[in-house]
């Protein structure tokens, strides 16, 4: 089992290396790279923290059990994305290719899946779902996060969009909570 899901990683890897390599230039032009690291230090976590705690200050007693439910979301999307970096074991970009620059120090040593992705649409959605003006902020932000997961040469585009598809489907068990 081990050997083919290594064999299949290795397939994706190879399908995808030109589609990295093309947006990782991104890396290498002041401006981008920068707003790129920028997006990708606050899906480190910090903004949805942030986020989590400022909706209940901004919108009272309406925001408390929106915020609960995303940050149990939250803890689950971690849980879930720790343990599929340990069954899939798929290297980062920069490190399986050495043409791809590394843009950003990565939290961990592999990239399946973007829980940076995961986490950006699981708590835009949510937050978006229940404060619509929020919406014109949170979304293109988390669009900017997962970009910067792929310019940033830490990512695959594969890893983002399962990231992105497990982040909408907690965004849509939360909003089944309540």
């Known amino acids: 089992m081990k050997a083919s899901v290594n064999a299949l990683i290795a397939r994706f890897d190879a399908v995808e290396y030109g589609i990295c390599r093309q947006l ?14 920028i997006a990708s230090r606050l899906g480190n976590g910090i903004i949805w923290y942030v986020l989590i705690f400022a909706l209940p200050l901004l919108y009272g007693s309406a925001a408390v ?17 720790k343990l ?55 979304v293109p932000l988390a669009a900017l996060i997962a970009g910067s997961r792929v310019v940033l040469g830490l990512h695959y585009p594969t890893d983002v969009l399962v990231g992105a598809v497990i982040g909408a489907s907690l965004a849509e068990l939360g909003l089944s909570l309540g």
């Open 24 to 37: 990782n230039r991104g890396a290498l032009l002041p401006f981008p790279c920068r707003l790129f690291q």
């Open 65 to 81: 059990k929106p915020s609960v439910v995303m940050a149990l979301t939250g803890i689950l999307g971690v849980i879930l994305y």
């Open 84 to 138: 599929l970096k340990r069954v899939f074991v798929r290297e980062r970009p920069f490190i399986t290719h050495s043409s791809i620059a590394l843009g950003a120090a990565p939290l961990d040593r592999y990239s399946f899946p973007s829980g940076h992705t995961l986490h950006a649409v699981s708590f835009a959605w949510q937050a978006s779902a229940h404060f619509p003006e929020l919406s014109w902020v949170l």
